[in-house]
């Protein structure tokens, strides 16, 4: 999202602490495969890193849409989750573009 850190070279740890342990059968070495199915597809290297998509909803996005959509961590809570489980750190300058959109429906 603009305005936003770039959590796109994060993407495989967020996945993993968000949704466990991925579809062996159904991964890849460039994609994590989340569920019996695999529905849920997240992209770990290569050009489209941090860009993930969720079969069975027909929604995606990136690393962002990721925590607050599929993890639920709306606003605040997404940059207190990725300090307290990452020690990813984000400063005030980028907390002000963190008012993300609503899931619509």
Do not use: C
Not at 58 to 64: K, L, M, T, V
Not at 74 to 94: C, F, K, M
């Amino acid at each position: 999202m603009a305005g936003l850190p770039d959590l796109r070279p994060h993407a495989e740890k967020i996945a993993r602490r968000l949704f466990g342990e991925p579809n062996k059968r159904l991964s890849k070495k460039s994609q994590l495969r989340f569920g019996t199915n695999g529905s849920l597809a997240v992209e770990i290297a290569g050009p489209k890193r941090g860009d993930w998509y969720d079969h069975e909803n027909a929604i995606g996005g990136g690393p962002w849409e990721l925590l607050t959509i599929k993890g639920g961590k709306a606003n605040g809570a997404a940059v207190q989750w990725l300090q307290s489980e990452l020690r990813i750190q984000i400063g005030p300058a980028d907390r002000r573009h963190l008012r993300l959109p609503r899931r619509a429906g």
